[in-house]
């Protein structure tokens, strides 16, 4: 497959399982999906479907068992650890339910410090980190510790660091799942127009009708496999 007109994602046949004293528990079992250059997908699946098992997989946080993970074309299997670690600090962002911000830097060093490590100028890392938080509306709260901030600004300044390298593929778990209705639409509305402002692709995971409305499709998870779920009918009937 060329990577040129290759999706972002491709998951094929992908399985993961996880080995427990005297049995196996079969998570993934042929998941498929394909993701576009641009497109926003929800996942919406209840407690203990394999949310988190797929987003690390899709990730390159875990290896699957069988099947392939694609990333803008390139099968993702034969690479070995450190070039999983390069494509994945190069190329996806990861938002999680918990801001998970190193709690010792200000909000403008938290953004700054994955484009450090990928080899950006302090002065580029910097200005980037500054601009982005402008964006997500924060900006004058820059200088501040993770502890000074809400919990709507702190997922806000983890949203600006998922993307600071501008990644392909943004996967987000939960990312507003801790917030109040309030703030979570707000957030949420952030992470949106920052998607769709910079192409890039996501996978999100969300319990929220609501929110999963408002993306381009959704899709569920059913016995290990990945099919396309009906937000709007769920809206509706949650009215
Ligand atoms: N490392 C592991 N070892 C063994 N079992 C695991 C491991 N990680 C996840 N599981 C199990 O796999 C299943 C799927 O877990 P996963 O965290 O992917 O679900 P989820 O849909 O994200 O759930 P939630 O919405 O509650 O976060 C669960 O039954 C979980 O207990």
Redesign the pocket.
């Known amino acids: 497959m060329s990577a040129r007109n290759a999706p972002v994602l491709l998951l094929e046949n992908v399985q993961r399982h996880?080995?427990?004293v005297g049995k196996r528990?079969d998570?993934l079992k042929d998941a498929n999906l394909t993701i576009e250059t641009g497109e926003m997908v929800a996942l919406v699946?209840?407690?203990?479907?394999?949310?988190?098992?797929?987003?690390?997989t899709a990730g390159l946080l875990e290896r699957p068992n069988g099947g392939e993970v694609y990333l803008s074309g390139q099968a993702c299997s034969g690479l070995n650890d450190r070039q999983r670690t390069a494509r994945r600090r190069n190329d996806i962002g990861f938002v999680y339910q918990f801001h998970h911000l190193l709690p010792e830097f200000s909000a403008l060093e938290n953004v700054m410090l994955p484009q450090m490590i990928r080899g950006l100028s302090q002065s580029d890392a910097k200005d980037r980190a500054q601009e982005l938080l402008d964006y997500m509306r924060i900006g004058q709260r820059a200088a501040h510790r993770p502890a000074e901030l809400s919990g709507g600004e702190q997922q806000r300044v983890a949203i600006a660091r998922a993307v600071a390298n501008a990644p392909l593929l943004l996967l987000a778990?939960?990312p507003t799942g801790n917030l109040d209705p309030e703030t979570s639409s707000y957030v949420f509305e952030a992470l949106e127009a920052l998607v769709r402002q910079s192409g890039l692709s996501a996978l999100i995971?969300t319990?929220n009708h609501a929110l999963a409305a408002r993306m381009d499709r959704a899709i569920t998870?059913q016995d290990g496999k990945l099919v396309p779920f009906d937000v709007k009918a769920a809206v509706k009937a949650s009215l």
């Open positions: 996880y080995e427990e528990l998570v699946a209840p407690s203990g479907a394999g949310k988190s098992t797929l987003l690390h778990d939960e995971a319990h998870m």
